[in-house]
C-alpha cells in the first residue's frame, strides 16, 4: 500500500491549500478596554480613596439631588419624622415643667389637651403642617410654649423648602430632557467636499427646540510626552465644520456634524486600517438650554474604533411631503457604502491623484454594473419574446392538427353519399 503523502502531493494538501490563501489582518476584541464615557452619557469613571467625605456635607443641597431616588426618600421621610418627634419631645416637656400632665392640677395650661406624649406629637404634626383639628391649641399664659411655637414654625419651613426644592430638583433634572436628544448608532469617515470628514447625525425626538445648541467633539486616548510621561485620558478638543467660535447650530431637523481631518486634527495620520488597530474614542457632547424650562441640558455620547465606519455616508431622512418636511426617523442610523480612499488624509494632500483615481473607480464599477443590469434586462426580454413566439407556433400547429381530421371526415361523408 502507498503512504498517505505519495498520494496527495504536500503543495496540494489542506496545510499547503490554506498557507496559499491570503488571509486579512484579524483584530482581536479589546476586552479590557473601557469607555471613557458610555453610549448614554454617563461617564464610567468610579471615585476611590476619598478621605475627605466631609466636603459632600458642606453642599448638601447637591448632595441630595446626586442621590438616588430610594435615598432621597427615605431622607426626606425621615427628615419630617425627626422633626416632628423632636418637637414632640419639647412641648412635652413643657406641659411636664408647667405642672399640664397632672390632671388634678387647677393652674391654666400651655397647652390644652396635652396629656401624655402621644397626644404631644399629635400636637406637634399640627403646628408643623398647620392642620389645626382645633382640639389642642396652646394659650396666652405660657411664654414659653409661643416661644416654641415660633421656633418650630421656622424650622418646618425650612425643611419643606430644601426638601420639596430637592425634590423638585430631581424631577426637573437637565439629563432628563437629554433622553429625547438621539446620536447615531455609528460614525463614519468619507469625502466631502474633496476632504476626508468624520461625521455623526444628532436630533431632537422633541418639538420644543434647544436655545443655542452647541456641538464639542473630543478625542479621548492613551499619550506619552517627549519627556516620557504617560497621559491615560488625554482630551483633544476637535473642531467641527461651521462657526469656529462657538460651532452652535439650529437643531430644528436632523443634523450631520462633520469634521475636517486636516493638520490640525488628532485624526490626520490615520488610515483606515491603522483607526482599527488605534486606541482612541470620539467623545459628543450637546449642550443648549430648553426652550420650554429654560435650564441648560447635555447629552453625550462617545465612539470607539469599531464604531467608525470608514467609506460610508449617512442616508437622506428629511423628505418634503405636501409641503411639509418629514422626517423618517426609522432612517436615523443608516449608512451606505461610498468611494473612499483607505489611505490616511496626509497621504491624501501629498498625493492627490489618489482620490482621483478612486472616484474613477468608482465611476467605471458603477457603469459597469448598469450595462450588466441593461444587458440582463435585454436577455430577458429577449427570452420573453422567444418563450411567446414558440408559444404562438405551438399553438398554431395544434389547430391544425386538429382542422385535419374535420376535412377528412367530411370527405368521406361526401364519398359515401355519391
Known amino acids: 500500500m502507498l503512504a498517505r503523502k505519495s498520494i496527495i502531493p504536500e503543495e496540494f494538501g489542506v496545510p499547503g491549500l490554506a498557507s496559499r490563501i491570503h488571509r486579512k489582518p484579524v483584530f482581536r476584541d479589546r476586552v ?47 427628615t419630617f419624622l425627626c422633626s416632628w418627634l423632636l418637637f414632640a419631645m419639647v412641648w412635652w416637656l413643657v406641659a411636664f415643667a408647667h405642672g399640664d400632665l397632672d390632671s388634678k392640677a387647677s393652674v391654666e395650661q400651655c397647652v390644652t389637651n396635652v396629656k401624655s406624649f402621644t397626644s404631644a406629637f399629635l400636637f406637634s404634626i399640627e403646628v408643623q403642617v398647620t392642620i389645626g383639628f382645633g382640639g389642642r391649641m396652646i394659650t396666652e399664659h405660657c411664654p414659653d410654649a409661643i416661644a416654641v411655637l415660633i421656633l418650630q414654625n421656622i424650622a418646618g419651613l425650612i425643611i419643606n423648602a430644601i426638601m420639596l426644592g430637592c425634590i423638585f430638583m430631581k424631577t426637573a433634572q437637565s439629563h432628563r430632557r437629554a433622553e429625547t436628544l438621539i446620536f447615531s448608532r455609528h ?90 488597530c488605534s486606541d482612541l474614542e470620539v467623545i459628543v457632547i450637546l449642550e443648549g438650554v430648553v426652550e420650554t424650562t429654560g435650564i441648560t441640558t447635555q447629552a453625550r455620547t462617545s465612539y470607539v474604533t469599531e464604531e467608525i465606519q470608514w467609506g460610508h455616508r449617512f442616508v437622506p431622512i428629511v423628505t418634503e411631503e405636501e409641503g ?95
Open 187 to 276: 460614525a463614519v469617515i468619507a469625502v466631502r467636499n474633496n476632504r476626508l470628514c468624520f461625521m455623526i447625525r444628532i436630533g431632537d425626538l422633541r418639538k420644543s427646540m434647544i436655545i443655542g445648541a452647541a456641538v464639542r467633539l473630543q478625542v479621548v486616548r492613551k499619550t506619552t510626552t517627549p519627556e516620557g510621561e504617560i497621559i491615560p485620558i488625554h482630551q483633544i478638543d476637535v473642531q467641527t465644520e461651521g462657526d469656529v467660535a462657538c460651532n452652535s447650530v439650529f437643531l430644528l431637523a436632523p443634523l450631520i456634524i462633520c469634521h475636517v481631518i486636516d493638520k490640525n486634527s488628532p485624526l490626520y495620520d490615520l488610515s483606515a486600517m491603522e483607526l482599527q
Open 324 to 418: 411639509v418636511y418629514s422626517v423618517d426617523y426609522s432612517k436615523f442610523g443608516n449608512t451606505v457604502k461610498v468611494a473612499t480612499p483607505r489611505c490616511s488624509a496626509r497621504e491624501l494632500d501629498d498625493k492627490p491623484s489618489i482620490l482621483i483615481q478612486t472616484l474613477q473607480k468608482s465611476e467605471l464599477s458603477h457603469q459597469n454594473s448598469l450595462r450588466k443590469r441593461n444587458s440582463m434586462r435585454r436577455n430577458n426580454s429577449i427570452r420573453k419574446g422567444g418563450a411567446s413566439a414558440a408559444g404562438g407556433g405551438a399553438m398554431r400547429r395544434n389547430n391544425s392538427a386538429l382542422a385535419v381530421p374535420k376535412v377528412q371526415f367530411e370527405g368521406m361523408q361526401s364519398v359515401a353519399v355519391t
Open 32 to 78: 479590557n478596554k473601557a469607555r471613557f464615557i458610555a453610549k448614554s452619557g454617563s461617564c464610567n469613571l468610579a471615585h476611590k480613596n476619598i478621605r475627605e467625605q466631609g466636603r459632600f456635607l458642606q453642599d448638601v443641597f447637591t448632595t441630595l439631588v446626586d442621590l438616588k431616588w430610594r435615598f432621597t426618600l427615605v431622607i426626606f421621610t425621615m
